[in-house]
């Protein structure tokens, strides 16, 4: 293979640890089906997709 080939699947295993190690999970359901959302004074908030739960 080629340098540029796995220097991106590199890049590619190291996105994938970080995403699986930053997922959030609803603490009503249980669902990972969690978006983040930007409140109105600039805070963050989570909704859940799954069951319609929303935390901060």
Request: aromatic share 4%; charged share 10%.
């Amino acid at each position: 293979m080629s340098a540029c080939i796995l220097e991106e699947v590199h890049l590619l295993g190291a996105a994938l640890i970080r995403d699986t190690g930053t997922r959030l999970v609803c603490p009503s359901c249980g669902s990972l089906h969690v978006a983040q959302v930007l409140g109105d004074n600039g805070g963050i908030s989570y909704v859940c997709t799954a069951c319609g739960h929303s935390w901060s």
